[in-house]
């Protein structure tokens, strides 16, 4: 094959670090591998900006760009750079979920800076400055991301029920839990992408990316090579262009070193 990458997108949980938030050693050295064979690493993930500096640091790599919540915030690393944010009105839909989980833990990311949310979260599930604050004030202007979390479900029933309720102008994702992403419509971590790569100057079609989750969907359709863990779900599995190892396994290094 004549074809190699000239970006690296890479989703981080359950790609880079397993869900304990623990990254392998030979993950962290093949990934300074390609960065310093020459090839743009770019971090394209669902975590705000300080989830994204946590595995920025993993790697102990300050450069370049990055993606994160999901499309919705592009930022020059070091130093800080917001380069593009979008937001949405997330109140109709917010108040709609309430309604249905209303138990419910909301996040509602602060650019740069973490969370308000409603309740605190399980330790180690967002990261950043988090704050308490009534629903009605976290959704009162446009924002850019929106979590909810409904622990006391299962994924199955909060999927239906997610999807009969008609959450319009959103993109959303439903994670392995009971847990629900909401990004502006048109948003995706591909969209996110396309504004780096327009920035690099780099085509789609040179783009290696590598992720695990229904999050990660349009990015691998938009690359190159699209990549799905071998933990992802079918809907990823059916549009990736090839399969890896599970994150157990280091599935990424096996990936990224065929082209180094």
């Known amino acids: 094959m004549t074809w190699r990458p000239t970006l690296l997108a890479l989703d981080v ?10 990254m392998a050693p030979a993950v962290r050295e093949t990934v300074r591998a390609a960065r310093d064979a020459g090839i743009h690493v770019v971090i394209a993930t669902g975590r705000a900006v300080p989830g ?26 070091e130093p800080y750079e917001l380069i593009k944010a979008v937001t949405f009105d997330a109140a109709p839909s917010v108040e ?13 990311e602060e650019i740069g800076v973490g969370y308000r949310v409603n309740r605190q979260f399980p330790s180690g599930e967002i990261g950043g ?21 409904a622990p006391d479900h299962d994924v199955a029933g909060f999927q239906e029920t997610v999807k009969s309720i008609g959450l319009e102008g959103t993109n959303f994702y439903i994670g392995y839990t009971a847990w629900l992403d909401m990004a502006p419509q048109g948003v995706s971590k591909a969209s996110g992408l396309e504004t780096v790569t327009s920035i690099l100057g780099i085509d789609a079609s040179d ?5 695990d989750g229904n999050n990660d969907l349009e990015m691998l359709e938009w690359a190159g090579r699209g990549v799905a ?12 262009d090839a399969v890896t190892g ?6 990424a290094v096996a990936e990224i070193q065929q082209w180094l």
Do not use: W
């Open 246 to 251: 599970h994150i157990d396994e280091d599935g």
């Open 13 to 22: 949980d359950g790609t880079l670090v397993s869900y304990g938030n623990e």
């Open 207 to 211: 783009v290696l990316a590598i992720g």
């Open 229 to 240: 863990m071998g933990q992802a779900p079918p809907e990823l599995l059916a549009v990736a």
């Open 52 to 77: 994204v500096y946590d595995v920025l640091d993993k790697l102990d790599m300050r450069e370049g760009l990055a993606v994160a919540s999901n499309g919705s915030v592009v930022f020059g690393v």
């Open 129 to 149: 400055n988090i704050q308490i604050a009534h629903v009605d004030q976290m959704i009162a202007d446009p924002v850019t991301r929106v979590i909810v979390r």
């Open 96 to 108: 709609r979920l309430m309604e249905a989980f209303p138990d419910a833990m909301i996040a509602v």
